[in-house]
């Protein structure tokens, strides 16, 4: 069964009691996804306060609890078969991703945490210096760990 690879990264308020400001997913396939909520702006952290929020797009913000709904069309639109496999570097993805379907993801969703070794460093920096984009944007971090990804082959036991 082949499955589509989404990378996700999120943007939150502050490491105690995260609220989540965007959201960014990046699918293998090429499509991408990006939202910002509503978050409240005296929970942010300084440092929030100083990188984050200045490069929000500031557009359109989406509902938070609209996203639920969003969130799953569009992976149902860009699935291959019957799974995407969400791929995170962090446990605040996973857990401000829960947070938005309340515990109970869609069932074709499938989680990944993605391990040192299959992240290629210098191709995730090469990816922000050559397009030109900053870190702590959402989306970029998510592009720019779909750009660094390498899948590590399975060992056959023979």
């Not at 359109?60 to 709904?69: F, H, I, R």
């Not at 969703?109 to 397009?131: D, T």
Request: proline share 5%; net charge negative.
């Amino acid at each position: 069964m082949k499955t589509q690879i989404v990378f996700i990264d999120t943007e939150f308020t502050q490491f105690d009691d995260p609220k989540l400001i965007s959201i960014g997913l990046a699918a293998s396939s090429g499509e991408q996804f990006y939202a910002e909520v509503p978050y409240p702006l005296d929970e942010c952290s300084e440092f929030v306060r100083k990188t984050v929020l200045p490069l929000l797009n500031k557009i359109e913000e989406y509902p938070y609890d609209s996203l639920n709904a969003i969130i799953t069309n569009w992976l149902g639109l860009i699935k291959i078969d019957s799974v995407v496999t969400l791929c995170y570097d962090s446990q605040f993805d996973k857990y401000l991703f829960l947070k938005i379907f309340n515990e109970s993801t869609p069932s074709f969703v499938q989680f990944r945490l993605l391990s040192r070794c299959e992240i290629i460093e210098l191709l995730h920096h090469e990816f922000y210096r050559i397009n030109r984009l900053p870190r702590h944007h959402a989306l970029n971090d998510a592009l720019a760990l779909r750009n660094a990804y390498r899948e590590i082959p399975t060992r056959q036991v023979r």
